[in-house]
């Protein structure tokens, strides 16, 4: 994760919000149908492996501060997660949202990831689609949390079509949580340029990612989409590649020292209060 953005709906969605309530653009559908094998790869290679476990359960609780920093919704009300990622890992966002009487709804290219985090979360609703045209009618969902889902775009023309069917889907005065890469952050510049290739033989970077976004260009892209922004923040703060790899290492020890590494990452977030916070927010 890396910006995170609250942002509220209001009761007139903007004109761009209108023109993604769910028509087919022209060449969506070709994309679709050449992502969907790649991420059902992905998928399938990811529930098979289960890697970055201890990094995986890190980010979840990651998440769950973030939720938890704004009013909790009503029991009953409806959420839609924009993919169950998380769901086939050791990260599950899914079972604490549903602990907290929310009705949840997600959707993913990769068939092999909706069937398997059905399996895997009893009480999830989740559908095969794509987040630039999501299968529910406008006004669906009291909140919609958005964790790095829309990081892996070729161009920001994918984030700006996302965030209007995120816009569609709420109800007026709706919620949207939303974090995606920092491209104020000089590694993510890095590792999503020049090193991705490099980093993804390595290892480190598992899957593609895309186009970013700066704070200001974020916070444009949700104004334009009809949202007001309520917050602004760059969090997950330890060095990602360090982090990771930590956390691989310390994977097969005693659950006292899995729980000391996670405890430490935690104390990197202190760096969101200082001037300096977006450019070490991942």
């Known amino acids: 994760m890396a910006e995170a953005i609250e942002a509220f709906a209001g009761g007139c969605p903007s004109a761009l919000a209108s023109d993604a309530s769910g028509r087919t653009k022209r060449g969506e559908s070709d994309e679709s149908a050449e992502e969907a094998p790649y991420w059902d790869g992905i998928g399938k290679r990811w529930i098979r492996q289960r890697p970055q476990r201890l990094w995986r359960r890190q980010s979840r609780d990651q998440q769950i501060s973030l939720l938890a920093a704004w009013p909790l919704l009503p029991a009953g009300s409806a959420l839609l997660k924009t993919d169950p990622f998380d769901e086939v890992g050791e990260g599950a966002l899914v079972p ?60 920001a023309t994918g984030i700006d ?3 209007a069917e995120c816009t569609r889907v709420l109800e007026p005065g709706g919620r949207l949580l939303v974090t995606l890469d920092n491209g104020a952050h ?40 009809g949202l007001e922004v309520k917050e602004l923040t760059p969090v997950s703060h330890a060095p990602r590649v360090l982090a990771v790899a930590m956390c691989g290492l310390i994977t097969p020890l005693p659950r006292w020292c899995q729980q000391a590494a ?10 969101e209060r200082l001037p300096t916070r977006w450019f070490t927010g991942h």
């Open 96 to 155: 604490w949202l549903l602990s907290r009487g929310l009705r949840v709804s997600s959707i993913d290219l990769s068939a092999a990831v909706v069937a398997e985090a059905r399996q895997r979360c009893p009480g999830l609703e989740a559908r095969v689609a794509e987040v630039r045209r999501l299968p529910f009618s406008s006004a669906s969902f009291a909140m919609v949390f958005s964790g790095s889902t829309l990081d892996h775009f070729a161009s």
């Open 262 to 271: 996670v405890a430490s990452l935690q104390l990197w977030e202190g760096l």
């Open 186 to 225: 000089s590694l993510i510049l890095l590792r999503n340029g020049v090193l991705q290739g490099v980093l993804r033989r390595l290892g480190l970077v598992r899957y593609h990612v895309g186009t970013m976004l700066g704070p200001s260009q974020l916070r444009c892209a949700v104004e334009a989409a």
């Open 161 to 163: 079509r996302s965030l």
